[in-house]
């Protein structure tokens, strides 16, 4: 797992990432009323259930479904147990959201354009999952 600063800087960090944890917290009180699971684990918010899973396995663009999506502090997983398989690689996400704070969403984004623009695929060669993924893994997904 990663090093996980202290104090003031924390503070900061998770000020920076504000953003997108934010966005990321919106579903929340309708996954707690559709009996969905929200949790802390290691200081980022895990959330599953409701309408966080009919989300993930709607169609994303340039993706179709995902098991596990970052916003900031907030992680939307599928299910408890796919929360857990995706840890560590969500984990990269939250350390990538707290290098590059509110511009991190715009940059991920422009990143997938970029490569689909370029003919390859806007999920699997975008250097922000490529850098999650060898963090985290030797095989990528196909």
């Not at 511009?103 to 490569?115: D, I, M, N, Q, T």
């Amino acid at each position: 797992m990663l090093r996980r600063p202290r104090g003031g800087l924390r503070v900061f960090l998770h000020l920076w990432a504000a953003p997108a944890t934010l966005l990321g917290l919106v579903p929340v009180p309708l996954v707690l009323l559709q009996q969905g699971s929200v949790r802390i684990v290691g200081g980022v918010l895990e959330v599953h259930g409701g309408v966080v899973t009919r989300l993930l396995r709607g169609p994303l663009p340039g993706v179709g479904s995902a098991a596990a999506l970052t916003l900031g502090h907030v992680v939307w997983g599928l299910d408890r147990q796919t929360l857990d398989r995706t840890r560590a690689h969500e984990r990269i996400h939250v350390a990538q959201y707290e290098r590059w704070g509110p511009c991190f969403l715009p940059a991920y984004l422009g990143a997938s354009l970029l490569a689909w623009l370029r003919g390859q695929h806007p999920y699997l060669d975008n250097p922000f999952e490529r850098a999650a993924f060898e963090a985290t893994t030797t095989d990528r997904p196909a």
